[in-house]
């Protein structure tokens, strides 16, 4: 094969390129009809090798940079790796076609490709959606394998994510696999993204409780849990009156956020708090109804003696 190749590229590099592989096959005896499809054939060869060479030593390196430079992953490199070196096979043919003078064959395959391409795009819009979305993700990565992400009411932990879908496993351990489109085309809550995370709780008490006292101790709490942070340092703020309770929200920060250290800490905190409130006789009401007037019977209802 390789001996091949290297005649028919001996053969167009003499003379004149074309006219000297004609030249040389006809002294040769080559009938015209062969030397002119083997010509075409040649010039096809070489065109196809030296645009693919140029792809691979230029194009494919300098996609490789720029993925580095973003900071992509193995992960996210892989998939665009491929569509780069099927650009690069595309191109090669597309430009090897004109190049050996195949004109009517690029004209009717050109309409072939028209036409399926039309068809095969109405019949596949929602997954060529979904496979731009996934190179959206890929890129702009608004979350990764591992993170917990919240959208649409749904939340878990990304397990895979490829060109087509996302599968996140829910905290009731179901496995999601959602079409790409769906997360680029919705607001996506990452609340793993960044290295801190605050976590708010609102704290009943009693309207005759002591507001500064209860502050007090939910800072006091915030302070002794090794797993909030000091700074940005814990706060509390009278945000409502409701009907039977004053509240105070507790805002705290956590440290390398996941949801496992999210329920725990909340927990730990939450209980701690309740338990000093219980010490110090303060009170977390709960909603209640006070009816007044008077309820009268005017007949009861006959019911029959028991035998």
């Known amino acids: 094969m390789s001996g091949a190749f290297a005649l028919l590229a001996g053969l167009f590099l003499q003379g004149n390129g074309y006219t000297g592989v004609r030249s040389v096959l006809s002294d040769l005896g080559v009938p015209d009809s062969i030397i002119g499809i083997t010509a075409q054939f040649s010039k096809f060869v070489i065109a196809f090798v030296g645009v693919y060479v140029v792809g691979r030593v230029i194009v494919i390196p300098l996609a490789n940079r720029v993925m580095d430079r973003r900071g992509l992953d193995r992960h996210a490199k892989l998939p665009i790796r491929k569509l780069v070196h099927f650009v690069v096979v595309f191109a090669a043919i597309t430009v090897s076609f004109g190049f050996a003078e195949f004109g009517n ?119 002794n849990h090794d797993g909030i942070l000091a700074d940005p340092e814990p706060s509390v703020r009278l945000t409502e009156l409701g009907d039977s309770s004053v509240g105070l929200k507790s805002r705290i920060w956590i440290e390398n956020p996941s949801r496992a250290d999210f329920v725990k800490t909340r927990g730990e905190y939450v209980q701690a708090v309740k338990e000093r409130f219980d010490e110090e006789g303060i009170d977390i009401p709960y909603p209640n109804r006070t009816l007044g007037g008077s309820l009268e019977v005017d007949q009861l209802a006959n019911v029959p003696p028991e035998d």
């Open 105 to 223: 064959f690029l004209t009717a395959l050109a309409t072939i490709g028209a036409a399926a391409t039309l068809a095969i795009g109405f019949a596949m819009q929602d997954i060529i959606a979904n496979f731009v979305s996934g190179v959206f993700i890929f890129t702009d990565k608004p979350f990764r394998i591992g993170d917990w992400i919240e959208w649409n009411g749904n939340s878990g932990i990304v397990e895979d994510i490829s060109l087509r879908v996302t599968r996140v496993r829910t905290f009731d351990n179901e496995l999601l696999t959602v079409p790409n489109s769906q997360l680029t085309s919705n607001v996506v809550k990452n609340p793993v993204a960044k290295d801190q995370l605050r976590l708010q709780f609102l704290f009943g008490i009693g309207y005759d409780d002591d507001i500064d006292q209860a502050t007090d101790i939910i800072l006091e709490e915030a302070a």
